[in-house]
């Protein structure tokens, strides 16, 4: 099947073609009108479906280009307020109307007879948001979306001087590759040393977060945020007791390889024992690898990359240029990390994150690039609810553009030497990911099972699971208080709770995909488009088959991946 990315922004029949979302007051009639129009036939009801997703379209773009704005200047006030208006003032008020939409569809005669198999999932999803909803969780829920964005605010406020000039922490990272030891150490610490500055405040921020979600599962009844979550992140087809199981995985086969990996990396460097600040530097009268300098020569380069791969691929990215749907590059006030961030409407995402030029940077770039790819894939689904797929496998999508474009990237280098490295360092990443990945998930689910914790409990936790899952080859003596708040650099932990795992799970999915795509690469990147073009329209277990994979976590299943990896770091 061919795909195109001369994508259309979707056209509206129920609202306006000027229609925007001002007040409350200009939204609310068409809300009104849908719960209260009468429905006869199968015909009405889907007609009824298309409308209602219409709604769900504008509203999830509005917002979204609200945080857009906002993410990219956290210093304008007028885009905080513009956030925040729509979080306070909009949104509590259309929860009450989703809830009765949903179960004006669940009762509704005409339900029974749609298609089962084309809306199980969606009926799946909104039975399940009949559960959890709750009046008096609609002002909660407002102030966590208000209260998640400080933690961008704050870190995007986080700056350290280096060699007389300004840098945002994602820049100055930059020098931790460097061959001068002593110029990393003296970056590591002041990148430290500014967290540190910020410390009480994220911890607040932390407190607030964690008490308002606990309160929103005792309002619904649950046992622990951690159920509440589960069951809105739409976990149907995994528990907590198979979280456990990756985390003993991960220590029993995924530590061993990660430690091989910075011993090898102590010879290279001839340390006799091996810093944080040492991981990401090159040798002494080797070069850091320096893929791009500017974001327009980062897009160029990714462009020309996934041309190689599949011109569609390429062409995605190329629309969303076009359109304006990308801020690449690092900036003082710009809120930490990336994203891609789905367009309801439009169609084509839009990209955002902080390239400084360097590898990782590169890696971004197709990670996001892999979901702008899912995005658009998705974007000729009959409704709005058929492209909410589950978070795995957008994840999947990602992952696998990393390995999938690793044969490209002569693109960014000009000789066989820096692309050998920088598919090492690759490589070395999709191993070291998983102990971080485990932790921050153990951390989160003692985190919400003991919600009443005090700052020193969560502290002494945090370290204990830390201890638990770093590697013995790194001396990490006396960065005991830089250690105490490395939690407080993950964005997912504020903004996103319990969603981490899934890059965990993803990973593997793409480890199997790219084992796909060694031994047959058409037919990997077949089942690849095959199973995103699907959007959220089967079960979590049935887009993997579609993609060829195993939906397997367990400790012989990981054992079995990790084998390859390695293999193939071995060749490389």
Not at 275 to 280: H, K, Q, V
Not at 307 to 335: T, V, Y
Request: with cysteine; proline share 4%.
């Amino acid at each position: 099947m061919t795909y195109s990315a001369d994508i259309k922004k979707l056209e509206r029949h129920y609202f306006p073609k000027d229609f925007t979302i001002t007040t409350w007051e200009t939204l609310e009639p068409y809300f009104k009108e849908l719960l209260e129009r009468p429905i006869n036939s199968i015909g009405e009801l889907e007609q009824w479906l298309k409308d209602l997703s219409e709604a769900e379209a504008i509203t999830n773009e509005d917002a979204c280009w609200r945080q857009i704005k906002m993410t990219c200047d956290t210093e304008n006030k007028q885009l905080e307020e513009a956030f925040n208006y729509f979080y306070v003032e909009i949104l509590p008020k259309m929860q009450p109307y989703a809830d009765k939409l949903n179960r004006k569809l669940v009762d509704c005669p005409f339900t029974a007879q749609l298609n089962k198999e084309k809306y199980h999932t969606y009926l799946r999803g909104v039975k399940k948001n009949i559960e959890l909803f709750r009046e008096e969780n609609i002002p909660i829920q407002s102030e966590l979306a208000v209260l998640q964005q400080h933690f961008g605010t704050i870190a995007g406020k986080m700056t350290v001087t280096v060699n007389g000039q300004e840098y945002t922490l994602q820049q100055a990272s930059k020098f931790l590759e460097n061959e001068d030891r002593n110029l990393r150490e003296e970056v590591y610490r002041k990148i430290f040393e500014r967290r540190l500055q910020d410390k009480e405040a994220m911890d607040k921020l932390f407190n607030q977060l964690v008490e308002k979600r606990n309160q929103l599962a005792v309002n619904a009844g649950m046992s622990s945020y951690t159920e509440y979550r589960f069951k809105e992140l739409g976990r149907f087809d995994y528990t907590e007791k198979e979280c456990f199981q990756f985390h003993e995985a991960v220590k029993q086969y995924v530590l061993p390889l990660v430690n091989k990996i910075y011993e090898d990396k102590k010879k290279k460097l001839g340390l006799d024992t091996l810093r944080p600040w040492d991981i990401e530097a090159h040798p002494a009268g080797e070069k850091p690898l320096n893929p791009f300098t500017t974001g327009k020569d980062l897009l160029e380069k990714t462009i020309k990359c996934f041309n190689q791969l599949n011109p569609f691929f390429a062409d995605c990215i190329a629309k969303m240029d076009q359109l304006g749907h990308l801020d690449l590059e690092s900036r003082k006030g710009k809120a930490p990390g990336g994203y891609n961030c789905p367009l309801a409407e439009s169609g084509a995402p839009f990209i955002f994150m902080n390239a400084a030029g360097q590898m990782d940077d590169v890696t971004t770039m197709v990670h996001e690039g892999g979901h702008a790819v899912h995005s658009f894939l998705a974007h000729n689904l009959e409704l709005n609810a058929f492209k909410d797929y589950p978070m795995e496998i957008a994840e999947v999508a990602s992952m696998s553009m990393e390995l999938f474009s690793m044969p490209y990237w002569n693109t960014f280098f000009d000789n066989e030497e820096d692309l050998r490295k920088a598919k090492e360092h690759q490589l070395e990443r999709v191993i070291t990911i998983f102990p971080w990945i485990a932790t921050i998930d153990k951390f989160q689910h003692w985190i919400y099972a003991n919600p009443n914790h005090t700052n020193e409990e969560r502290t002494a936790k945090w370290m204990e699971i830390l201890n638990e899952f770093s590697s013995g080859a790194i001396d990490f003596t006396g960065l005991e208080n830089y250690r105490a708040i490395t939690w407080q650099k993950q964005l997912h932990l504020f903004e996103v709770p319990f969603y981490y795992i899934e890059y965990g799970i993803a990973q593997l999915g793409a480890i199997g995909m790219w084992k796909q795509f060694m031994e047959n690469r058409k037919k990997a990147l077949a089942n690849y488009t095959n199973a995103l073009s699907l959007g959220g329209t089967k079960t979590l277990v049935q887009l993997f088959e579609t993609a060829g994979l195993k939906f397997d976590f367990s400790p012989a299943h990981i054992k079995t991946l990790m084998e390859f990896v390695h293999q193939q770091m071995e060749q490389i």
